[in-house]
Every structure is written in structure tokens, then in C-alpha cells.
């Protein structure tokens, strides 16, 4: 298991974001890094590391387009080794 991996089942991740595309209550992280995001607002971001670590430390930023507020996942007190293992994570899962 990798410390990103860890760091996600750790923090509960994985209640809410698959790793292997299924529908959940967070967007899948399976092919996410890289990928064009449709955002609420009717904009798009690129998944990117900036992007990444924008979500999970205000994971309200940028709401992906079809999941509703309410069920928007809390801020998670993660430390910087913690939030760059867990990109590191994502990146891996194509």
C-alpha cells in the first residue's frame, strides 16, 4: 500500500471516491489526473496537481458538475506530505 493510499483510507476517502470508476458520492479517481472536469458552474479545470490540491483542502471551490452541495466532502485536516502522497495516489490510478 502506498502512503497516498493510506493517507485516503486513513481519512475516509474511499467512502466516497472509487479507484475503480463506479458511481459514488464523489467523483471517481480513476482517470481523474489529467482530465478535463466539468465544474457546476458550467466551466471546465483540468485535474491537474493545483487543482487537486485546491479540492481537497477546499473541497467547496469548485463543485464537479452532478453532485449536489450538501453532499460535498468535508475539509480534512491533511498535513503537505499527506495531500502530495495523495496526488501521487490519483496520478497512478488511469
Keep these: 500500500m502506498t502512503s497516498g493510499e493510506a493517507a485516503a483510507q486513513r481519512h475516509g476517502c474511499f467512502a466516497c471516491h472509487s ?5 459514488s458520492w464523489g467523483p471517481t479517481w480513476k482517470g ?3 482530465k478535463e472536469v466539468s465544474l457546476g458552474d458550467g466551466s471546465q479545470v483540468r485535474a491537474d496537481d493545483a ?3 485546491e479540492s481537497i483542502r477546499e473541497p467547496n471551490a469548485q463543485l464537479v458538475a452532478g453532485y449536489h452541495p450538501a453532499s460535498m466532502m468535508p475539509r480534512l485536516p491533511v ?3 499527506e495531500l ?3 496526488i501521487a495516489y490519483i496520478k497512478t490510478l488511469r
Excluded: P
Design 19 to 23: 479507484v475503480d470508476g463506479s458511481i
Design 32 to 34: 481523474l489526473y489529467g
Design 51 to 53: 487543482y487537486l490540491r
Design 79 to 81: 498535513s503537505d506530505q
Design 84 to 86: 502530495e502522497a495523495l
